[in-house]
């Protein structure tokens, strides 16, 4: 069973549509994250939910709207896409001070 | 202000030798977390190990050890007896502040086994 799963693996669309990517964990962890991994490999984060509440929001575009259903649930919604969204996006969850448990993440292209 | 720094862009070790990666880290608080991830061309992020700012014996888990001194805040990670399959980019990673913080992730370094 997959503890963290992402669903599409990948996306390729066009600039303006709109998107979404699904996440559940199921490791019982009440933290869930966005990370966003650009063309250099780095990792940035975007938002986290804590018990269904949203925590941190790292001055994301407000076209970017996560929404937590559950505990178990993390998805990502993302309006008028633009060339620069062409990333990988991990969704990650976590217990305490444990480590990030991470998706396989989502490959996403803006044409 | 850049939390964590991984000066070591990319290297490439022999198999069976011990490589070092580098990380220092930047924070005002007492209480923070040092983790390392790998992350292999497949692109999944693989938990290697994590060293708790409290914790006075350096984390060791199989071939690899977290050399952690807090003074200099460095927090490397040594691999033992590098294999083929160790050639992956690793990350630093630490979180401050309260257990449901943010991870925060050094640029990586790229590593390459050779045979």
């Known amino acids: 069973d997959t503890a963290v799963s992402q669903t599409p693996k990948y996306l390729v669309t066009q600039m303006g549509n709109d998107k979404s990517i699904k996440c559940e964990q199921n490791l019982g962890h009440d933290t869930m994250y966005w990370y966003k991994q650009d063309s250099k490999k780095f990792l940035k984060i975007m938002f986290s939910?804590?018990?269904?509440?949203?925590?941190i929001n790292e001055t994301v575009p407000n076209r970017f709207s996560p929404k937590s259903p559950d505990k178990a649930h993390l998805n990502l919604h993302i309006n008028s896409l633009e060339l620069g969204d062409s990333a990988v996006y991990f969704c990650a969850s976590s217990r305490g001070y444990g480590e990030l448990f991470f998706g396989e993440g989502s490959r996403l292209t803006v044409l | 202000a850049q939390k964590i720094t991984q000066t070591q862009p990319g290297m490439f070790v022999q198999e069976k030798e011990a490589v070092t990666l580098d990380c220092t880290y930047d924070t005002s608080d007492q209480s923070y977390g040092l983790f390392w991830y790998k992350q292999p061309s497949s692109g999944e992020m693989i938990f290697l190990i994590y060293?708790?700012?409290?914790?006075?014996q350096n984390a060791t888990e199989g071939r690899y050890s977290l050399n952690f001194q807090k003074a200099r805040k460095s927090a490397n990670l040594v691999i033992s007896a590098s294999q083929l399959g160790d050639s992956a980019m690793y990350f630093c990673a630490m979180r401050e502040g309260p257990s449901w913080g943010k991870l925060q992730f050094g640029a990586g370094t790229q590593v390459v086994v050779t045979p």
């Open positions: 939910y804590n018990n269904k509440e949203l925590i």
């Open positions: 060293q708790g700012s409290y914790d006075e």
